[in-house]
């Protein structure tokens, strides 16, 4: 049986604001939003206001807001991230209950952890969950965030930056295969991260920190290394790529630079791995074939 696979997109269209509203609808999903009024009525405001397709900038307001998709490309609920100095709320909900136990929520909250920790930088997690709702706090503490105050009416959950990173170590929050990565190739991608750390680049900081570092002679030769030469799948086409860095990609040349979307997903995989990814917007299927050169091997250590 495949894992639970999500992926967040912040692009929200007119489409999206009628399936939020017939979600805001069902008394089941919304029976623990304290807000759920004011966010039905604001969505039905910015349907009537804004006659444009693409709502985006409404939707920002305040806070970040991402609709999530299934492996299927399907519409499946929404996280919105709120940051208030070190602080970031996470609210999500899974929108149709015909899609509930099936793991997505796990899935959801470990992509908004991702997104609050390393791309907007938040120090601490925050999540408020009616006591009640059994379901949502399971989900967040199995995710490892810790309960830190009771009220009568919620329950006050947080994960701090430090526990996040420690977990996603342990192997915790990842949803696919384990990777690997040399030592040699992990200080060099550091590196590259932190010269241009400006620019956020949260799913290969995710990748490189979850990944299992080793020794450049002891990573086996089926793993997809820097400048390693590989036979993908990408959905049904097949296509041979070279894993580089970002000075050295060539689109003609089939070079892919480890700072683009298929770049990123294959850095660690070993052969045979399949992963789902978002690529151009929409989620596809990566199978690694083959590793036809890998610098380590050949005893290449220099590249």
Known sequence: MKKPFVALRPEITRSHAFTLMNWMEDERVTRYLSDSSSVSRFIAQAVDRAQMPILTHLFNQGGRFFMAYDRNNRPVGFVR???????????LVIGDHE???????????????????????????IARIHPNNIRSLKGFERCGFR????TPTLNFLSMTAGRY????????????????????DKARLQSLMAFDEEVPMPDLEHEIERAIVVEPQRVPRDVVT????????????????????????????????????????????????AI?????????????????????????LHL
């Open 81 to 91: 991230l709120v940051k208030t100095g070190a602080d970031c709320e996470i609210v």
């Open 99 to 125: 899609n509930w136990g099936q793991g997505l929520g796990g899935s959801t909250i470990r992509e908004g952890l991702k997104l609050a920790f390393l791309d907007m930088r938040a120090e601490n997690v």
């Open 147 to 150: 309960l830190k105050r009771e």
């Open 165 to 184: 990173l420690q977990l996603l170590r342990e192997g915790v929050m990842a949803d696919s295969a384990e990777i690997y990565v040399t030592e040699i």
């Open 226 to 273: 820097m400048n390693s030469r590989v036979v993908l799948h990408l959905d049904d086409e097949k296509e041979e790529v070279t894993l580089v860095y970002p000075q050295d990609a060539d689109e003609r040349d089939r070079k892919l630079s480890v700072l683009s979307e298929i770049g990123t997903a294959i850095l660690g995989c070993q052969e045979g791995d």
């Open 276 to 300: 789902d990814w978002m690529v151009a917007d929409r989620t596809r299927r990566i199978l690694i074939e083959k590793v036809i050169y890998q610098p380590e091997s050949s005893g290449d």
